[in-house]
Nanobody
């Protein structure tokens, strides 16, 4: 059974940075496409970033492009989301997600494409 655990959330001032981590256990992480999503109060879950199995391909939502960077270290079974120039509207519960994929190049942007989810880590940006 796949288990995802996020960490790194917290309270930060606008303009600041945070780095989220997602550790995957249970199976070998390099077999999974990974993604980051967020959900603010009274809003739908929003795609942020995705990275292919080998890390060769990435994709970002327009709302975070140029500010957020997704990366992975398969040796550590960990995926990261570096968040810079944070804004108050980035306040949300942040989730990582995993999807087993035969393709080493695939990236996935829709929540329904992912099979496993973490419990989330809260990010609060004060203005």
């Amino acid at each position: 059974q796949v288990q995802l655990v996020e960490s790194g959330g917290g309270l930060v001032q606008a303009g600041g940075s945070l780095r989220l981590s997602c550790v995957i256990s249970g199976l070998i992480s390099r077999r999974f496409v990974m993604g980051w999503f967020r959900q603010a109060a009274d809003k739908e879950r929003e795609f942020l970033a995705t990275i292919s199995r080998t890390g060769s391909n990435t994709d970002y939502a327009d709302s975070v492009k140029g500010r957020f960077t997704i990366s992975r270290d398969n040796a550590k079974n960990t995926t990261y989301l570096q968040m810079d120039s944070l804004k108050s509207e980035d306040t949300a519960l942040y989730y990582c997600a995993a999807s087993a994929s035969a393709s080493t190049a695939a990236v996935l942007t829709k929540p329904y494409q992912y099979d496993d989810w973490g419990q989330g880590t809260q990010v609060t940006v004060s203005s």
